[in-house]
């Protein structure tokens, strides 16, 4: 695992280290000096410090998996002996200076664990644990709620937790229907309470891969803490045939109408084709957006302002960012 420091140069790196808990890191993230890393192919995380001579050495390894099915059973389950349910850790997220881990669960038949493609063809509802941080970054259990099935990202606004998970394995050709965004609210005693949030109805029905969430208000150029004048991007989609290419829409509404029972349409902001297999969005709070569009980099400086014929102000590829000066 290679760590990078982000506000530098991308091509200097800032340590090489071996973490034997975590293969395949599809998350990390940093928390009062301490970091935190979620593998998918192991279901674990680990933390470790990231100053002194152990800087980003794997310490602590948790393995909430087990936790959190005795916390939040659920009857869609498998039950058959001949098939295990493996985890797979998706994201990390600390809300209120609690911790909250995304789990993806696969049904597996037990002589197929570990063989390459064997868990991505049968999903379970997937799970996020909740752990307390004590003062030297410890992480304890506390409790889980299930989702929906095949999670693919995680964020927090408040005291909720939105996950966007696409409702099972993800088709070449077709959307997955019952791909969702289930909303975790999370009340003053820790208590989390999971529902799925309402589609509008000119949402075309496609795979639900990413949601950014920011306090940035155009009209003023300032945040607010009143969700009318918060934003919730949303990007949807799925693949053509063979996998060549994804194809999809970019919503943008206000993080109230998100969480209404009966919400008035999103706005699409960007409808696009593209190749490659990396796709996420960040609204970020200076108001700029960010559009990972496959095997490009998409920015655009002002969130608030974009409109389906919207051209991005800079576009790129991952590999500028080591090998082009303008983009380092």
């Given at each position: 695992?290679?760590?990078?420091?982000?506000?530098?140069?991308?091509?200097?790196?800032?340590?090489?280290?071996?973490?034997?808990?975590?293969?395949?890191?599809h998350s990390m993230l940093t928390y009062n000096q301490h970091f935190y890393g979620g593998g998918y192919d192991q279901g674990k995380v680990?933390?470790?410090?990231?100053?002194?001579?152990?800087?980003?050495?794997?310490?602590?390894?948790?393995?909430?998996?087990?936790?959190?099915?005795?916390?939040?059973?659920?009857?869609?389950?498998?039950?058959?002996?001949?098939?295990?349910?493996?985890?797979?850790?998706?994201?990390?997220?600390?809300?209120?200076?609690?911790m909250y881990v995304q789990m993806d669960v696969n049904i597996v038949k037990s002589d197929q664990i570990g063989q390459k493609n064997a868990?991505?063809?049968?999903?379970?509802?997937?799970?996020?644990?909740?752990?307390?941080?004590?003062?030297?970054?410890?992480?304890?259990?506390r409790d889980a709620v299930r989702t929906g099935k095949n999670a693919l990202s995680m964020d927090s606004y408040g005291s909720t937790l939105?996950?966007?998970?696409?409702?099972?394995?993800?088709?070449?050709?077709?959307?997955?229907?019952?791909?969702?965004?289930?909303?975790?609210?999370?009340?003053?005693?820790?208590?989390?309470?999971?529902?799925?949030?309402?589609?509008?109805?000119?949402?075309?029905?496609?795979?639900?891969?990413?949601?950014?969430?920011?306090?940035?208000?155009?009209?003023?150029?300032?945040?607010?803490?009143?969700?009318?004048?918060?934003?919730?991007?949303?990007?949807?989609?799925?693949?053509?045939?063979?996998?060549?290419?994804?194809?999809?829409?970019?919503?943008?509404?206000?993080?109230?109408?998100?969480?209404?029972?009966?919400?008035?349409?999103?706005?699409?902001?960007?409808?696009?084709?593209?190749?490659?297999?990396?796709?996420?969005?960040?609204?970020?709070?200076?108001?700029?957006?960010?559009?990972?569009?496959?095997?490009?980099?998409?920015?655009?400086?002002?969130?608030?302002?974009?409109?389906?014929?919207?051209?991005?102000?800079?576009?790129?590829?991952?590999?500028?960012?080591?090998?082009?000066?303008?983009?380092?």
């Amino acid at each position: 695992n290679t760590i990078m420091d982000a506000q530098g140069d991308w091509d200097q790196e800032i340590a090489v280290k071996k973490w034997d808990d975590v293969f395949n890191c599809h998350s990390m993230l940093t928390y009062n000096q301490h970091f935190y890393g979620g593998g998918y192919d192991q279901g674990k995380v680990i933390m470790g410090v990231m100053s002194g001579d152990n800087a980003y050495e794997q310490g602590k390894v948790y393995d909430f998996a087990q936790l959190a099915a005795a916390s939040a059973p659920d009857s869609s389950d498998n039950t058959d002996p001949e098939y295990s349910s493996i985890f797979h850790v998706e994201n990390l997220a600390v809300m209120n200076g609690t911790m909250y881990v995304q789990m993806d669960v696969n049904i597996v038949k037990s002589d197929q664990i570990g063989q390459k493609n064997a868990d991505y063809e049968l999903y379970a509802n997937a799970y996020v644990a909740q752990a307390s941080v004590s003062a030297d970054g410890t992480l304890t259990y506390r409790d889980a709620v299930r989702t929906g099935k095949n999670a693919l990202s995680m964020d927090s606004y408040g005291s909720t937790l939105y996950c966007c998970c696409a409702g099972g394995k993800q088709q070449d050709g077709t959307a997955t229907q019952e791909s969702a965004i289930h909303i975790i609210d999370v009340d003053k005693n820790q208590d989390m309470d999971a529902r799925t949030a309402v589609k509008p109805s000119n949402f075309i029905e496609d795979d639900i891969r990413d949601l950014s969430i920011t306090p940035y208000d155009g009209k003023t150029g300032t945040g607010s803490a009143e969700t009318d004048n918060v934003w919730a991007f949303i990007m949807a989609g799925h693949y053509g045939t063979d996998y060549a290419a994804f194809s999809g829409t970019i919503y943008r509404t206000p993080l109230s109408n998100l969480q209404s029972a009966h919400p008035e349409d999103w706005e699409a902001v960007q409808r696009f084709t593209g190749t490659g297999y990396f796709w996420a969005i960040h609204a970020a709070d200076n108001g700029r957006f960010w559009f990972i569009k496959g095997d490009r980099i998409q920015v655009f400086q002002d969130s608030y302002q974009i409109t389906v014929n919207t051209q991005p102000d800079q576009e790129f590829t991952q590999s500028d960012l080591t090998s082009h000066s303008d983009y380092k």
